[in-house]
């Protein structure tokens, strides 16, 4: 298995501000990491510093065993997709125009997108069934369709590690399912992915391992069973949680 994302004793965080230390972790393909921690953990400030938005404070990522800092940005897009947080639609355009804005790391200054881009921005709209809202204007679709949406744009980009940040935010239920169902997909076909949620119970569907984050770094990392413990989210949280088996799945259940 290619190890396609990594941290060596990475510190991150802001200039005089400093967020995390010393974290190490390795993702390869087929891999999904899911990053838990409360506001202000860092997990955001994280993913900016593994996609090179920031500089790293200490140590060193690597890109498909490439240092991320002798890297141009090109490069990073074409190897790593980014969906950030809350993205909102402010422009008219269509489904496949934004999908096919994720082939600009493909397409030199001032050239148009050619025959492979359009063909590569098709694949990504099939791949997460989505091809009925391809004529549909990125401003009209609901939360979930529009994070599919920006799913398919980091497909796009032909890169085969994907970083969502908190990519089920502020949708329904059913909404949530279908993005956590695409995950599971995308790891089962070679992806390694890593996303953010506050919801513990995510990881529980969808991951394979777990990086459990507070201010500082990492509180603990491994399976999810091995992370997602009640005394483990009290720690994190500070609030008394449950893990429990329901029909042979585990769910967390606060007390209130």
């Keep these: 298995m290619a190890v396609m994302l990594e ?10 501000r400093p967020v995390g230390h010393g974290l190490d972790l390795s993702l390869g393909g087929g891999e ?20 090179g938005l920031l500089r790293a404070q200490a140590g060193e990522v690597l890109l498909a065993g490439q240092a991320l800092g002798a890297m ?15 993205h909102a639609a402010q422009f008219a355009f269509t489904v496949r125009e934004a999908v096919l804005m994720g082939r600009t790391a493909h397409i030199s200054l001032f050239a148009t997108p050619g025959a492979a881009d359009l063909a590569a921005a098709d694949r990504a709209i099939a791949a997460l069934g989505i091809e009925s809202l391809a004529g ?5 679709l609901s939360g979930g369709e529009r994070q599919l949406a920006m799913i398919a744009r980091a497909l ?8 969502l940040d908190e990519p089920t935010a502020s949708l329904d239920f059913g909404n949530q399912v279908r993005v956590l169902r695409e995950i599971r997909r995308l790891a089962a076909e070679g992806y390694a992915v890593v996303f953010s949620t506050h919801d513990p ?9 777990v990086l459990l984050l507070a201010r500082g770094g990492a509180v603990r990392q491994g399976t999810p069973g091995q992370v997602i413990t009640g ?24 007390a209130l």
Excluded: H, I, M
Aim: hydrophobic share 40%; aromatic share 6%; proline share 4%.
């Design 32 to 51: 999904v990491l899911c990053v838990l921690g409360p506001n202000g953990g860092g997990k955001t400030t994280l993913f900016r510093t593994l996609l």
């Design 156 to 163: 796009a980009q032909g890169a085969r590690a994907l970083v």
């Design 231 to 254: 005394e483990n989210l009290q720690a994190v949280y500070g609030v008394e949680v449950r893990v429990a088996e329901v029909d042979g799945a585990r769910v967390c259940l606060p």
């Design 201 to 209: 119970g995510q990881a529980f569907l969808a991951a394979s391992r």
């Design 7 to 16: 941290a060596r004793a990475l510190g991150y965080g802001y200039p005089g």
């Design 72 to 86: 141009s940005r090109g490069d990073v897009a074409r190897r790593v997709g980014y969906v950030p947080q809350g």
């Design 136 to 140: 549909r204007v990125v401003t009209e």
